[in-house]
């Protein structure tokens, strides 16, 4: 790990103390100091970005480049679970990169709010695009009044489903809850996996959650956050039990792959490229590997997963996508700021936007959207998206409580009420 | 014959003493001892005031809480699980993987024509990454009944066998040991073959001549003199069990639910993903010693047994 110059002998002591503690016990936490990013060198601009986000960034910082001949950037990528080892060792060292990804809202460890608590994210509120930011995904954008974070946009959750594999059940896509059973019942009795799911890896286990919750719970009740930071309602006796049971009557039916704990978004990625598995829910984010995994693209779509048979209750998950911030202790933090100015421009929000598949966050005119999300804008202009569920949540314990809970739902091994309150009692923990 | 065999134990115990007379100067150890305390105790010590604070991990905010981080490990049912999980792995490691270790060492150490590749096969696993076995392994453990280790049940016949081998909370911690074991068991064999081959080959000759038979050898001679081999083995072994994190976190996450948590991938999730890193460092802590105190009695135990022998 490449230490700079700034940390003093005393600080790095310290923090190989707590890593000799651990390595003591664990053993391996060696490797988790690793990364692939160099230090800064001159005039360079060193990046960690997030995977997959990849596409949009490297887009925007060639573009930038070649727009300014005195910029170069060390840039390199970290999948979702490195930037809570690599990057967040290196912030705690003191030898954070100058742009880094940083998880919108709150709840996680590598959160904006988390990270701004830690005054580790420099100011970017004077910036003329943070003007252009929409009233409902500030909270994803601000902490304490100042913008922290940019992201290109919002991606959207549904179910990414194989065309053929509808067409050779003979369904539609489905826009209530008794249709979605209808048509998982009709493509398991034609041999096909209704839904693929791969809840070995853990960040996937939450998703029909989220995919069911604005229905189940948001719907009802719009202020559901606010009331959750007011201890006034719990996860136990709001419509997150209703979800919860939902996800366990698709298991009971049976459209689920068989042991889906042990299968990975991977396999399950390739179930539905391949015609195996009809659908997935997935974030369009990763739109991409899907298509990957197909003989073509086009034979996969997207579709808005019902969570009721009332189609109006039926809202949508739409979070901002994963951002980038320039680091508070940043040398270089005038250069990062002006290449965030840069990637807030209308132009290159839409570019970055595209290249990963997300809703740009505003655009001038017509907006270059991936077609396959277009039955979601109209959630979007009606307001009927919600934003991922743990960027509202208080502290980084209550989404990984999440995915071992429906691990354990999955497993047998708990009730959806033990479940839950197992979820309040993390959110209950100060941040 | 185990009369014999203690003699020459006592003989190899005395031997260091023989050579005593003239004890090294401790100076020739100062700048190795300094080093290591440099970077090693200071640094230990040094970061294990964190777990009495609430430091995330980030950050200079951090307020000292004397030791509620303790009360709260010993009161939080996830670390509790992940001991029991921890204490479970590592007494299915310690007994098979050095069962197998000293099966394969016997089986090696004997005249067949093929030991030397043999040994090199057993062995192999050992030099492969952990992180690699762990993928490789979580490949054969592919639950779909047409993939891995499934799809071999199904093509002898045992199809009825097939398991959701990382999937099923109940059978995930044993595929996990079982991988652990499949790796190392390679190692407790070379150094249960070091001992083989330290056994004289005049004892078993003379025990042969006086009529004893295979057990009778193996009993009498040959287990007491793999005394120290054992104790090595089983330290080691210990101590891996203690501290098993790699398998798990490539394998399982620590899943399904809690099922495979161990106490090193708890102060790793509280310090990487939940952000206490004040916590993480009193699970280190309280590790760090109940693995030295399990490591002294037993040393203490296993040494005093191979005076005895």
């Keep these: ?431 | 014959m185990t009369i014999t065999a203690q003699a020459v134990r006592r003989d190899a115990v005395r031997a260091p003493r023989r050579r005593g007379g003239i004890a090294p100067p401790w100076l020739f150890a100062v700048p190795a001892l300094a080093v290591y305390a440099l970077v090693v105790l200071y640094p230990a010590l040094s970061g294990a005031g964190s777990a009495f604070t609430d430091w995330s991990g980030v950050g200079e905010q951090r307020s000292f809480v004397g030791l509620d981080n303790f009360q709260q490990l010993f009161h939080d049912d996830q670390a509790l699980g992940a001991l029991r999980n921890t204490l479970l792995l590592t007494v299915a490691i310690v007994v098979i993987q050095n069962g197998i270790g000293l099966l394969l060492a016997l089986g090696v150490h004997t005249n067949i024509k093929s030991r030397m590749t043999l040994r090199v096969i057993f062995f192999a696993p050992v030099v492969v990454s952990p992180v690699m076995v762990s993928f490789l392994w979580k490949y054969v453990y592919n639950p779909a009944p047409d993939a891995g280790l499934n799809a071999v049940l199904g093509a002898i016949g045992l199809g009825g066998l097939r398991q959701d081998w990382l999937g099923n909370p109940s059978l995930a911690i044993w595929s996990v040991a079982f991988t652990v074991i499949w790796q190392c068991a390679g190692y407790s064999m070379v150094i249960f073959l070091a001992g083989l081959e330290g056994v004289p080959a005049e004892l078993h000759e003379s025990a042969m001549v006086d009529g004893a038979g295979t057990v009778a050898r193996f009993r009498h001679i040959t287990w007491p003199l793999l005394a120290p081999a054992l104790t090595i083995n089983l330290m080691l072994s210990t101590v891996g069990g203690l501290t098993l994190f790699t398998q798990i976190i490539a394998m399982t996450n620590g899943g399904p639910g809690y099922a495979t948590d161990t106490l090193s991938t708890v102060l790793y999730k509280q310090a990487f993903v939940y952000g206490k890193f004040g916590y993480s460092t009193a699970v280190a802590l309280v590790l760090a010693i109940f693995v030295a105190a399990v490591s002294f009695i037993q040393i203490g135990y296993l040494r005093s047994r191979e005076t005895a022998a």
């Design chain 1, 1 to 431: 790990m490449a230490l700079d110059r700034s940390v003093s002998r005393r600080r790095l002591l310290q923090l190989m103390g707590g890593a000799t503690v651990a390595a003591t016990a664990a053993g391996t936490l060696a490797a988790c100091g690793g990364g692939n990013a160099g230090s800064s060198s001159g005039g360079t601009l060193k990046v960690i970005g997030a995977g997959s986000q990849e596409a949009g960034l490297r887009k925007a910082l060639d573009d930038y480049k070649k727009a300014n001949s005195g910029f170069d950037f060390n840039l390199s990528f970290s999948p979702a679970d490195q930037l809570q080892t690599s990057l967040r060792a290196q912030l705690a060292a003191g030898n954070a990169p100058d742009l880094h990804a940083v998880y919108p809202g709150n709840g996680s460890a590598m959160s904006m709010v988390q990270l701004s608590k830690a005054n580790l994210l420099a100011d970017l509120s004077s910036q003329s695009w943070t003007q252009k930011i929409p009233t409902g995904f500030k909270g994803a954008f601000q902490n304490d009044g100042k913008t922290l974070i940019f992201s290109p946009g919002t991606s959207v959750l549904g179910a990414i489903y194989n065309k053929k594999a509808f067409a050779t059940a003979g369904v539609e896509v489905p826009t209530t809850w008794s249709e979605l059973l209808s048509v998982c019942d009709k493509l398991k009795k034609k041999g096909i996996v209704p839904i693929a799911l791969g809840a070995q890896t853990p960040w996937v286990t939450q998703l029909i959650d989220y995919a069911l919750v604005p229905g189940t719970v948001y719907a009802k009740t719009p202020d559901f956050d606010d009331k959750m930071t007011a201890g006034t309602a719990s996860f136990v006796e709001s419509g997150w039990a209703d979800a919860m049971d939902k996800y366990l009557e698709l298991q009971k039916k049976g459209f689920f792959n068989d042991n889906p704990n042990g299968t990975t978004y991977e396999q399950a990625t390739s179930m539905v490229g391949t015609g195996k598995a009809a659908m997935a829910v997935q974030v369009s984010a990763v739109l991409q590997a899907f298509r990957e995994a197909a003989p073509t693209p086009d034979d996969l779509g997207m579709f808005p997963f019902p969570a009721t048979d009332v189609a109006a209750d039926n809202w949508i998950p739409g979070g901002v996508v994963v951002g980038i911030a320039v680091s508070a202790k940043s040398k270089k933090a005038e250069q990062a700021k002006k290449f965030i100015e840069y990637c807030g421009r209308p132009e290159t929000v839409n570019a970055w936007a595209e290249a990963v598949a997300c809703v740009p966050l505003y655009s001038e005119g017509d907006a270059k959207v991936d077609p396959v999300l277009k039955p979601f804008l109209p959630y979007l202009k009606d307001n009927k998206a919600v934003p991922f569920m743990d960027q509202r949540w208080p502290n980084a314990e209550v989404q990984p409580t999440h995915f071992a809970v429906v691990q354990e739902l999955l497993g047998g091994r708990t009730t959806v009420p033990a479940a839950l309150k197992k979820m309040d009692e993390a959110y209950r923990k100060n941040a």
